[in-house]
């Protein structure tokens, strides 16, 4: 691909966290230029797929700007890994933050 854009980055992390390959993932993600809240979605979805509560939280937690589906992504994170109560606090806080699903 001669010229990645913003675009092609994101499908490009997109395609490696849908197939579980968060290695490729992150590698791309570290090595993207500018990296918007699609980019971190798709990270934080990767993470949130494999189990791994920890990383994606840590990932939402160093998010700037955070929409919706960042919001409700780490919200699934937790309640499908068994932490229920961190799933009712980060709906409480994206509340809070005036967003809703």
């Not at 997109?14 to 980019?39: G, I, K, Q, T």
């Amino acid at each position: 691909m001669p010229e990645r854009d913003a675009f092609a980055w994101t499908a490009m992390v997109s395609a490696h966290a849908r197939s579980s390959d968060m290695s490729a993932a992150r590698a791309l993600f570290e090595e993207m230029p500018e990296r918007n809240v699609a980019a971190w979605n798709a990270m934080i979805d990767g993470y949130a797929r494999l189990g791994d509560v920890e990383l994606a939280e840590s990932l939402f937690k160093q998010m700037t700007v955070r929409d919706v589906i960042s919001w409700t992504t780490m919200i699934t994170c937790y309640s499908q890994n068994g932490q229920f109560r961190e799933a009712l606090t980060t709906f409480r806080e994206m509340s809070a933050h005036g967003i809703y699903p």
